[in-house]
């Protein structure tokens, strides 16, 4: 008993290492092929490069990731709001599931990038364009998942709780919701990573500030370390969200999950 708690204790350390460990190989192979090989910086920067100039333009980085930021989290707040309704409608009839499925998939299969120009008509150049490609981009797995809980609720769990006299909307709030969360915050973990696409998708065709931004200016300078800098930028935003909606799914559905 004592050899399994401690093994299972070890394979948790080595599961949270192993990502870090990966990154650094990784990191390690690519700035010992770029000494190798000479690689210049305008090809493919070293990440000793990439570090260079994120300490050279520091303040610069910051103040667009900042807005970048704030933008992808406006837009995706939109999108959970949105979703969670949409997906309880869906989720809470069979009808409108089987009617607006289709619909939906059709809308999401639109390359949303092809929606910035139309934006900036509406609204104007700025953080408009950005935080409603967001919202277009990042809604749909929120609203498929909680509907898709809702609607693979068990029909002989809903027939006993019928029974003893739940009413349909107890049903669903009280044992569909909660049984929808795993769900929740697995189309959270992926919607986030596609608010700060569709952010940066945006701010490179329509806006004057944000990382997005900064890659299109970065290129068109030739500063090639600067542009990846905004990549390396948008990838750590992104992963930390996600690890932040990891450590809240483990928290609030631990009953999910084994180990």
């Given at each position: ?9 070890q ?11 990966l ?16 690689v ?6 070293s990440?000793?490069?990439?570090v260079?100039?994120m300490?050279?333009y ?12 704030w933008t ?10 949105v ?5 309880m409608?869906?989720?809470s ?20 990038a092809?929606?910035?120009?139309i934006?900036?008509?509406?609204f104007?150049l700025?953080a ?16 498929v ?5 809702l ?9 006993v ?30 919607a ?30 030739m500063?090639?370390?600067l542009?990846?800098?905004?990549l390396v930028?948008i ?10 909606f ?14």
């Amino acid at each position: 008993m004592i050899m399994n708690t401690m093994s299972s204790i070890q394979a948790k350390r080595v599961q949270r290492v192993a990502p870090w460990l990966l990154l650094g190989a990784f990191l390690l192979l690519w700035q010992v092929a770029c000494l190798a090989f000479n690689v210049s910086d305008f090809i493919l920067p070293s990440p000793s490069s990439i570090v260079a100039s994120m300490a050279e333009y520091g303040d610069v980085i910051a103040a667009h990731a900042w807005r970048t930021f704030w933008t992808t989290m406006v837009g995706f707040g939109l999108a959970i709001a949105v979703g969670v309704v949409l997906g309880m409608l869906m989720g809470s009839s069979k009808l409108a599931y089987a009617a607006t499925y289709p619909l939906m998939t059709a809308f999401n299969a639109l390359p949303k990038a092809a929606f910035v120009p139309i934006l900036v008509v509406w609204f104007g150049l700025g953080a408009g364009p950005a935080i409603l490609t967001a919202f277009l981009i990042s809604f749909f797995p929120i609203m498929v998942n909680i509907a898709t809980g809702l609607a693979t609720l068990e029909p002989e769990l809903e027939d006993v709780l019928r029974v003893l006299g739940a009413k349909r909307r107890d049903v669903l709030l009280k044992v569909g919701l909660p049984r929808a969360m795993p769900f929740f915050f697995a189309s959270l973990k992926v919607a986030i990573t596609l608010a700060f696409v569709g952010t940066t998708v945006s701010e490179m065709n329509a806006a004057n500030e944000g990382i997005g931004y900064l890659l299109v200016s970065a290129g068109s300078a030739m500063k090639m370390p600067l542009a990846f800098a905004g990549l390396v930028v948008i990838a750590i935003m992104a992963m930390g969200m996600y690890e932040l909606f990891s450590v809240l799914e483990k928290r609030m559905t631990g009953w999910a999950h084994r180990g």
